[in-house]
């Protein structure tokens, strides 16, 4: 059964950096899709960006485009996800799972079991 770790949350002032890492263990991500998600209080989980096993094929949601950059390593079996100019609405847990697409939705996710996440707070 597959174990995702993610890590590299803290808490950030606006217009800071954060680089999230997601580390997954009893399985290889080489070959899946990969993709961050967010949940704010009070808010559904939602699709953040999405990266292909080859590292081609990333997409990003709107509101983070030019902001957040998603990456793999296959080597290391991890999945990193480099957030820049923080906004305080980026405040929320980060979590990865594996997709069918990379333009994923909630209902795309693979793993049954998410990790704990990694909490993101950003402060204005």
């Known amino acids: 059964q597959v174990q995702l770790v993610e890590s590299g949350g803290g808490l950030v002032q606006a217009g800071g950096s954060l680089r999230l890492s997601c580390a997954a263990s009893?399985?290889?991500?080489?070959?899946?899709?990969m993709a961050w998600f967010r949940q704010a209080p009070g808010k559904e989980r939602e699709f953040v960006a999405g990266?292909?096993?080859?590292?081609?094929?990333?997409y990003y949601a709107d509101f983070v485009k030019g902001r957040f950059t998603i990456s793999r390593d296959n080597a290391k079996n991890t999945v990193y996800l480099q957030m820049n100019s923080l906004k305080p609405e980026d405040t929320a847990v980060y979590y990865c799972?594996?997709?069918?697409?990379?333009?994923?939705?909630?209902?795309?996710?693979?793993?049954?079991?998410w990790g704990q996440g990694t909490q993101v707070t950003v402060s204005s």
């Open positions: 799972n594996a997709v069918s697409v990379p333009g994923a939705t909630i209902r795309d996710v693979l793993f049954d079991s």
């Open positions: 009893g399985r290889t991500l080489s070959r899946h899709t």
């Open positions: 990266i292909r096993w080859s590292g081609n094929g990333i």
